[in-house]
């Protein structure tokens, strides 16, 4: 167990839908990582927040938005939902900017 | 670029060693980690060496570093079937010291 706590472990539903995932780093650190898994796009880094500012933005779509709140807990938004988007959202949490990362066990989207 | 490459599979006999190879793009990474992934399961951190490191040994685990070629690899002595996963290596980059850029993946199958 890594420490980094996501919800839901799973979740369906339909196309054009809004949902939200939550990460609960572990406890004290600062920064939390979103990636997302997919069969053939890979782990591909979405977006991070260190100590609740936005710090580094990867391949992140318009329609998804992520923020960190004042307990460091994230959350992920997922809006439009489309077919494509049904993939692994995994959460990482870091002591700093600058050490390693401890993913959660992820949450998967299926959409419908 | 930000580009981290590696072999899709590796298939080995029980008892053997394991070597995972890893190549990457940017110069400026300050930590290079391996993760490993098993079925349904999130990314497990299982070492991690520095840039201005050669090498790491953690019981079976060596890493090695190449700085010059930006080549990693990953050797499991003693390849137990429980090591089957896929492996991911990961280079965290200096110039946007927040994003973790990921490997596609290695699958290692233990053969007995």
């Known amino acids: 167990d890594s420490g980094v706590t996501q919800t839901p472990k799973h979740l369906i539903t339909a196309t054009g839908q809004r949902v939200t995932l939550r990460c609960s780093p572990r406890?004290?650190?600062?920064?939390v990582y979103w990636y997302q898994q997919s069969l053939d796009q890979g782990l591909q880094f979405l977006i991070q927040?260190?100590?609740?500012?936005?710090?580094a933005k990867g391949n992140i779509l318009e329609r998804f938005s992520a923020q960190q709140f004042p307990d460091l807990h994230s959350e992920l938004n997922l809006s439009s939902l489309e077919l494509g988007d049904s993939a692994l959202y995994f959460c990482a949490s870091g002591k700093d900017l600058n050490t390693e990362a401890f993913f959660g066990q992820g949450t998967r989207l299926t959409v419908v | 670029g930000e580009d981290v490459e590696q072999s899709l599979f590796l298939s080995v006999r029980e008892g053997d060693s394991s070597v995972i190879n890893c190549t990457y793009t940017?110069?400026?990474?300050?930590?290079l980690y391996w993760y490993k992934q098993e079925p349904g399961a999130g990314l497990q951190l299982l070492t991690y060496i520095f840039s201005n490191m050669d090498m790491k040994q953690d019981q079976r685990l060596t890493v090695l570093l190449n700085k010059k070629d930006k080549h990693l690899s990953l050797r499991i002595a003693d390849t137990q079937t429980g090591d089957s996963a896929i492996y991911f290596c990961a280079e965290r980059l200096y110039s946007s010291a927040s994003k973790i850029i990921f490997g596609s993946g290695t699958r290692l199958s233990i053969r007995p």
């Open positions: 406890s004290g650190d600062l920064s």
């Open positions: 940017d110069s400026s990474s300050t930590y």
């Open positions: 927040y260190y100590n609740g500012e936005e710090r």
